[in-house]
Nanobody, 122 residues
Framework: QLVESGGGLVQAGGSLRLSCAAS????????MGWFRQGPGKEREFVTSISWSGRSTSYADSVKGRFTISRENTENTVYLQMNSLKPEDTAVYYC?????????????????WGQGTQVTVSS
C-alpha cells in the first residue's frame, strides 16, 4: 500500500529526498506522515501533512531542515531532508491516516510502509 524510496548514505550537512508512493484508494483523502526509528530508540514522529496539503506539522528536531510535501495527482508524498545530522540516522517510515488532518500519534495511522534506511556519517 505504501512504498518508500530514496534512503541511503550521506555525509553530515548533505541532503536526501524520500518518496512514498501510495495506493490511490488510501491517498486522496488521507493525511500522510513520516516517522523514524533510530538504533536502540523508539519510533518517533517526524512530520505530517493534511490530505489537502495546506497544513503541516514538524517535530522540533527537524523544523527548518525537513520539508514534507505531497503531489495528489501522483499519489506520492515527499520528505526533503537538508542539513542532515548524524542523529538523523534512522529507518524512515511513511504512514497514512484516514483522519485527514495532521497528527503526531503513531496510533492514528492506518497504513505503514516497510521503511527506508537513512544513514548520516559524521
Amino acid at each position: 500500500q505504501l512504498v518508500e524510496s530514496g534512503g541511503g548514505l550521506v555525509q553530515a550537512g548533505g541532503s536526501l529526498r524520500l518518496s512514498c508512493a501510495a495506493s490511490e484508494h488510501i491517498f486522496s483523502s488521507y493525511a500522510m506522515g513520516w516517522f523514524r526509528q533510530g538504533p536502540g530508540k523508539e519510533r518517533e514522529f517526524v512530520t505530517s501533512i493534511s490530505w489537502s496539503g495546506r497544513s503541516t506539522s514538524y517535530a522540533d528536531s527537524v523544523k527548518g531542515r525537513f520539508t514534507i510535501s505531497r503531489e495528489n495527482t501522483e499519489n506520492t508524498v515527499y520528505l526533503q531532508m537538508n542539513s542532515l545530522k548524524p542523529e538523523d540516522t534512522a529507518v524512515y517510515y511513511c504512514a497514512a491516516t484516514s483522519r485527514g488532518w495532521t497528527t503526531r500519534s503513531s496510533y492514528a495511522y492506518d497504513y505503514w510502509g516497510q521503511g527506508t534506511q537513512v544513514t548520516v556519517s559524521s
